[in-house]
């Protein structure tokens, strides 16, 4: 009965048995006991938009204690880390939670219990520009909240991208992507999700339309370096792609294009005395009003057309072959600079995601770096959805319906 939204992220607590879930429908978190699995039972539902919240966003949970993240009371506006118990009682001191930067997407809590992250999107409502500028309540500046849990009423410090005002060359270089019209670096980037090390000291949160990683040094709450991902050929033997839903066959092949990494989840493992990040590499393309050199603050402008309506490759266009696929118009290669405009057009196809996850080694040199790739899955997901799933290879969802 909850509606669409009414269920996307759930953090178990072993000590309660409880599960915490994010009511986007109702925007309340809903705790579930599931003491008896087979019986679960809602014990409360948490009404968030009292506290000022417009929007849940995400949830984590250790040792008995609930941190919820929300939006403000508008999503560019600061937003809300909320500290309760497995009871849904909040923090003594803190009724209406800590305040963060704008849009905190994800938030995650060390395994000693220290400290809470939360990744601050900063997403923006649009790229238009007011007396020939991006002002910030347009597109807020992206940020990294670390909360001290050890205080006896927990402190925040948020730390945004200014310290990397200057390196945006750099950034992209390394292989990262700052191409928000009008947009500073600062605000360009949009953190998106935290894993922390085992060892309780570092955080890396993904960078998602940005293609970067950022790692945090949680003592002194500082962003030390920026990672590139750069990106994935997949015209290579076992990192090819389907690109056709329109062929009418399962063909995974190598083909001349170039995936964005562009992850949205991140895992922090150590093995063998190094730290290494899983990211899952989703992918996410950019839709706002004047993105694309228009005026209207009300239509959006998308930079992921299809690749048959602005590439230039002829043996890419065809519906058959990745004509259907969609890629960007804002590609790493010309972005810096480079206007564009609903009829550019485009040779290379830099398309969104690998459909893959991905390795990389730790690095925690002060700096902008290319991230070093240990290991990437290929094309394999593909593969195994080919082999086990093979009528629902390529097909659409229905976010209405929940039907392919």
């Not at 002002?135 to 909240?145: A, F, L, N, R, V």
């Not at 993105?291 to 890419?316: K, Q």
């Amino acid at each position: 009965g909850s509606g669409l939204g009414g269920a996307e992220i759930a953090a178990y607590d072993a000590s309660s048995k409880r599960i915490f879930v994010t009511n986007g429908a109702k925007d309340s978190l809903d705790i579930v006991d599931v003491s008896n699995v087979k019986k679960p039972k809602l014990v409360k539902s948490v009404d968030l938009k009292a506290l000022g919240s417009s929007g849940i966003q995400s949830v984590a949970v250790r040792d008995g204690v609930v941190i919820v993240a929300a939006a403000g009371a508008t999503k560019t506006a600061t937003g809300k880390l909320f500290i309760m118990d497995s009871n849904g009682a909040m923090r003594k001191g803190l009724p209406s939670g800590l305040t963060v930067g704008a849009l905190p997407d994800s938030v995650t809590i060390s395994k000693d219990g220290s400290y809470a992250v939360s990744a601050n999107e900063g997403e923006p409502q649009d790229y238009c520009l007011t007396s020939g500028a991006l002002s910030e309540t347009s597109d807020p500046k992206g940020s990294i909240s670390i909360v001290d849990l050890n205080a006896k009423v927990p402190t925040v410090k948020t730390v945004d991208f200014t310290a990397f005002a200057d390196r945006k060359n750099a950034i992209i270089y390394a292989g990262g992507r700052v191409f928000g019209p009008g947009a500073s670096v600062e605000q360009d980037l949009e953190p998106e999700y935290v894993a922390i090390s085992d060892d309780s000291t570092t955080a890396y949160v993904t960078i998602q339309e940005n293609n970067l990683v950022a790692t945090v040094d949680l003592a002194t709450a500082t962003i030390t370096n920026l990672l590139g991902l750069g990106f994935k050929n997949h015209n290579v033997y076992n990192t090819g792609m389907d690109a056709s839903d329109r062929d009418n066959a399962i063909n995974i092949r190598p083909l001349n294009v170039q995936g964005m990494y562009l992850p949205d989840a991140i895992a922090a493992v150590t093995a063998g005395g190094n730290t290494y990040m899983i990211t899952a590499n989703e992918g996410d393309a950019r839709e706002w009003p004047c993105l694309l050199g228009g005026t209207s603050t009300t239509t959006a402008e998308r930079e992921d057309p299809r690749y048959a309506d602005v590439g230039l490759d002829t043996n890419l266009t065809s519906s058959s072959v990745a004509g259907r696929l969609r890629v960007t118009v804002m590609p790493p290669a010309v972005v810096t600079g480079t206007k564009v405009t609903g009829s550019t057009k485009v040779t290379p196809a830099y398309s969104f995601g690998t459909r893959s996850f991905t390795v990389w080694k730790s690095n925690s040199i002060d700096g902008v770096f290319a991230a070093d790739i240990v290991y990437d899955s290929g094309d394999e997901i593909e593969r195994v959805v080919a082999r086990e799933r093979p009528l629902l290879f390529n097909s659409e969802w229905n976010t209405s319906t929940g039907l392919v």
